[in-house]
């Protein structure tokens, strides 16, 4: 693990079926070299395959399933956490949440705001997740972007800001202007090779120079300086713009909003760069626990490594390898060897066999500092446990209340 927390994003994907959520996990898993191989693509089953498919089929399916996969992106590292996409706030679903710094909002550029984006949006929106959102099947007959965007205003109330204007659309679906640095990408080869970098064409230079424009306006109030540049009539860096585009989107007061196509390995690297520029590192979000000595008061962590530890346990996971405990530290760090309390009976607990998942294997690692996620083997305890450093009474979920089930349905 590498130790920066400014490089960690935990973040999960959320969406309508049917909107592309798998295929995009699935992408990212393949550009981010997790798995070896894509599935679906007409033709190209199995692009870069050195296995075969039998194992192919086996690896994807363990890593999509995961309960948080890991991956790493131009030297960040990724978690994807997954969250179902119940119609309930059940225990389950405010625990994937609680766990997120950050989430990219799935969209169909044919179908746009459906049903289940209005109640994924809204638990992002209880659990204060900042978001990307991304409007996939801009390959698809009738795909809109324009009007996704609309939506995603009029109907979910998001201050969503267009940041790429898409080359073509449906079957001519080429590629993207990025509104910031005003260059053209084009998306070449089934196999998601790196983009093509080129100057905007012609004939969208004026809508692309209006929308930067809007942009900048929109985004400008985050950023002093990109404010001073815009009143003074300054050069405004490329810089300037993703500064101010960071600090809306962790502020949770605007959307930026991406295009492409995951099926056809359309703008998923352009996504991936965007998680990697906008969502919050782990050290950006406040988190609280639960002071048990003082009628659950909250008390601040820190995500100081080196401060007395506290881990949630997100998720029991019985599967292909055993029983294993997800584990998210929000301060210290959680160490093989360890002893450690449950929160909920005070119990010693030792910390034996620490992993995190590495496509279909495991990779045992020493340690999880405060940010990161793991998980555990052989750990007796319940989804929801905190475990502490001794001497410290906190939880960070509540003893007493009992479960949330608000039906949004
Ligand atoms: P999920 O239910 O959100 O996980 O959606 P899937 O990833 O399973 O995708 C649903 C269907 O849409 C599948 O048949 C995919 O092949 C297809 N699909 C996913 N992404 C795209 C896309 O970008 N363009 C088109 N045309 N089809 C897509």
């Known amino acids: ?58 690896e994807r399916g363990i890593t999509i399933s995961s309960a948080a996969t890991f991956c790493t992106w131009k030297n960040h590292e990724i978690n994807i956490i997954d969250t179902p996409g119940h119609v309930d706030f059940t225990i389950e679903v405010e625990r994937a949440l609680r766990v997120l710094d950050g989430a990219i909002l799935v969209l169909c550029a044919v179908g746009g705001v459906q049903s289940q984006s209005i109640t994924v949006d809204a638990q992002m929106k209880r659990y204060k997740v900042p978001c990307v959102a991304f409007i996939n099947k801009c390959d698809r007959s009738g795909a809109n972007p324009t009007r ?11 201050s969503a800001i267009l940041m790429q204007l898409p080359i073509g659309l449906e079957a001519d679906f080429q590629g993207v202007v990025d509104l910031i640095s005003l260059k053209a990408y084009y998306f070449d080869g089934a196999g998601g090779e790196i983009v093509r970098e080129e100057a905007v064409p012609d004939a969208l230079l004026d809508e692309a120079t209006g929308r930067r424009e ?27 713009i993703r500064d101010a585009v960071r600090q809306g989107t962790l502020e949770r007061k605007i959307t930026p909003v991406f295009v492409g196509s995951a099926y056809k390995n359309k ?6 760069d965007a998680v990697t520029q906008y969502l919050s590192c782990p050290a950006d979000v406040e988190n609280t626990a639960l002071d048990l000595a003082k009628e659950e008061a909250p008390v601040r962590l820190t995500s100081n490594p080196d401060d007395p530890v506290v881990a949630l346990a997100f998720k029991l996971e019985d599967g292909h390898y055993g029983q294993l405990t997800y ?9 093989r060897g360890e002893t450690v309390l449950n929160a909920r009976d005070g119990k ?40 502490v450093a001794p001497g410290l009474n906190v939880a960070m979920t509540s003893m007493f209340v009992p479960e949330p089930v608000i039906s949004l349905a």
Not at 12 to 19: K, L, N, W
Request: charged share 25%.
């Open 148 to 158: 996704v965007v609309e939506q995603l205003r009029t109907r979910l109330g998001h």
């Open 214 to 240: 809007e942009l900048i306006d929109a985004v400008s109030l985050f950023s002093d300086s990109l404010t001073e540049a815009v009143l003074e009539g300054a050069e405004i860096s490329p810089e300037m």
């Open 348 to 387: 010693k607990v030792r910390i034996g066999r620490l992993v995190r998942m590495h496509a279909d294997q495991m990779e045992d690692i020493e340690s999880i500092p405060a940010g990161y996620i793991g998980a555990l083997f052989g750990l007796e305890c319940q989804s929801g446990d905190t475990f």
């Open 1 to 58: 693990m590498k130790n920066d927390i400014r490089q960690v994003r935990n973040i999960g994907i959320s969406a309508h079926i049917d909107s592309g959520k798998t295929t995009l996990t699935e992408r990212i898993l393949f550009y981010t070299k997790r798995i070896h191989a894509m599935h679906d693509v007409k033709g190209k089953d199995g692009v870069g395959a050195t296995m075969d498919s039998m194992e192919l089929e086996r």
């Open 267 to 272: 703008g998923v690297q352009l996504l991936l």
């Open 327 to 335: 584990i998210r530290v929000y301060q210290g760090t959680l160490t």
